[in-house]
């Protein structure tokens, strides 16, 4: 998801961390900003801008998510090219304020790009996506949410890279209908739980992920604009790790109750 749709210039990409260490996982996360890493209390205009440009609050445990899919310890960078891409169609002006928080957070090394003026939101991200897939080996994860466009530019790429994308995630926040392949998530656990499944991320990132989303601000584990999921939504009858069950349950429990408090 875009925030405004401004003045904007051209930033280089650029790389958050130096001291080398290779990724194990040998996979490389393309990401959406805004409603996927970054979250906001409010949807209203002014609170959006204020929080885009002075706050960073980020959806509780996408930090953790991040390290261990790509298997990057913190401060470490994984070869010659960032295994961690950041594209969205926010203005240019904010590309410190993204990399800040994503410095801040100790996300892999990464590159930002942001929308150009005179790209419309789809075009952009297709270009940009598009080059990337092109260019770079994969396996690639594609992340993003249901607020704009993801789901669709995300469904055209698959098609035409079905190859190289290993998986989509889309974050559902208003519940629209998604495409065939695309799998849904309402938390950096149950997107966690998903990769942990595949292998990607450890047992005890998973935990880390979980405990995290149980100690934040209700707001960082499911919007206030967002669409609730129903109980049982990360399908517990399919968990065998008796920790990971316990935790799931807690999550489930703490996800109906800042639902019932709206």
Same mark, same amino acid.
């Given at each position: 998801m875009s925030l405004l749709f401004l003045f904007v210039g051209f930033f280089p990409p650029t790389a958050a961390f130096s001291s080398e260490e290779s990724c194990h996982n040998g996979i490389k996360i393309l990401s959406d900003f805004d409603d996927t890493i970054k979250t906001y209390p409010s949807k209203k205009?002014?609170?959006?801008g204020?929080?885009?440009l002075f706050k960073k609050h980020i959806?509780? #445990?996408f930090d953790h998510l991040?390290? #261990?899919i790509i298997g990057q310890k913190s401060g470490s960078f994984c070869g010659e090219e960032a295994p961690l891409t950041v594209i969205s169609a926010s203005p240019s002006f904010l590309y410190p304020m993204v990399d800040k928080l994503l410095t801040s957070y100790q996300f892999p090394s990464h590159k930002i790009?942001?929308?150009p003026i005179g790209k419309k939101s789809r075009q952009f991200k297709m270009e940009v996506f598009g080059k990337i897939l092109e260019r770079e080996e994969g396996p690639f994860l594609?992340? #993003?949410d249901d607020v704009n466009e993801d789901p669709v530019i995300y469904h055209e790429l698959k098609n035409k890279f079905p190859e190289k994308i290993e998986e989509v995630y889309i974050h559902n926040v208003e519940n629209k209908e998604g495409f065939e392949g695309q799998k849904s998530y309402w938390t950096g656990f149950d997107l966690g739980l998903m990769e942990f499944e595949k292998g990607r991320i450890s047992l005890k990132t998973l935990l880390k992920i979980g405990e995290k989303l149980?100690?934040?601000s209700p707001w960082k584990v499911i919007p206030p604009y967002g669409h609730c999921p129903s109980q049982g939504f990360m399908?517990?009858?399919v968990i065998e790790d008796e920790a990971i069950l316990k935790l799931a349950e807690k999550i489930d429990l703490r996800v109906q109750e800042i639902c019932k408090a709206r």
């Open positions: 205009m002014a609170i959006m204020f929080n885009a959806n509780v #445990g991040y390290k #261990g790009i942001l929308r594609l992340i #993003g149980l100690q934040s399908k517990r009858s």
